[in-house]
């Protein structure tokens, strides 16, 4: 049996489709880009394909551009600093949701507070903290001022307050204290949304630039956006089919990170706590 849309089903249908087409046409164009020859990449009218397929601007990018280098600094920064986050945000985000104690409502109204201060506000003073405790160059310089995140921690205190204080009782009865009854109970009933703001701080970090293209010049600890950066500016000149071929390198891994997890994320979003804000 044929389905029926209405009319409203009809317009949602064509608004999301024209919506996709805006998000993944330049997607598609640096693909396309990629596989073109150098020469091809500055004809007028531009084309979408090329004289032919090619992939010299891959081979010239994973050859020279130090790309594996930089992805494998980028991996080790986003795999510690979602561990990290994660980790102490639940740890303050349990304390805020179980525990009573003085200065709690100052403290989560500072947390709150800080989900409000753009970022960007607070480089100086932190760039400022990482030269006097010698931290510049360094991969504790990109990683710790990146693990402080308010907005993980209002997430799972939002998740924390929904989960039913009579599972920690029964456990408290059996003798378990505060600790075990976090690590043996409350993660474990967690995980949908640990899983959702683990795979988002990932992806920020992964995608983070300006930070880390502040806090480090060398090259053995520059990430994946900060060395691209460098390829754009500098050691392939204004090569359009390797700049390209180094952003679709670059994120390949959080596409593939979306296909497998995606289930996840979309439980996670649910678990939140924060559909009815």
Do not use: C
């Amino acid at each position: 049996m044929t389905k029926r849309f209405s009319p409203g089903q009809l317009v949602l249908l064509v608004v999301t489709g024209a919506l996709a087409v805006v998000w993944l046409a330049p997607l598609a164009w640096a693909v396309a880009t990629s596989l073109k020859p150098e020469a091809d990449t500055n004809k007028i009218p531009l084309q979408w394909v090329g004289s032919e397929v090619t992939l010299d601007a891959y081979r010239l990018v994973l050859g020279t551009g130090g790309i594996v280098k930089w992805a494998i600094n980028s991996t080790v920064t986003a795999v510690v600093v979602t561990v990290m986050t994660v980790l102490f945000s639940a740890m303050a985000a349990y304390g805020f949701a179980r525990t009573q104690f003085r200065g709690r409502r100052v403290l989560l109204a500072v947390i709150l507070a800080g989900i409000m201060v753009p970022p960007q506000v607070l480089i100086a003073p932190l760039f400022a903290e990482m030269v006097a405790l010698g931290l510049v160059d360094t991969w504790w310089g990109i990683i710790l001022p990146q693990v402080a995140a308010p907005v993980i921690v209002y997430i799972l205190y939002k998740f924390f307050q929904g989960v039913p204080p009579e599972l920690e009782q029964a456990a408290f009865v059996d003798g378990a204290g505060r600790w075990r009854v976090f690590f043996t109970i409350v993660l474990p009933l967690s995980r949908p949304v640990l899983a959702a703001v683990s795979i988002f701080t990932f992806i920020t970090t992964w995608n983070n630039f300006l930070w880390p293209f502040l806090v480090s010049t060398d090259p053995n600890t520059m990430t994946l956006p900060v060395g691209l950066a460098n390829v754009v500016q500098g050691t392939f000149g204004v090569r359009y089919a390797q700049i390209m071929a180094s952003v679709v390198l670059a994120g390949l891994p959080l596409l593939i990170i979306f296909v497998f997890f995606q289930r996840q994320i979309v439980r996670g979003v649910a678990h939140t706590g924060l559909a009815g804000e």
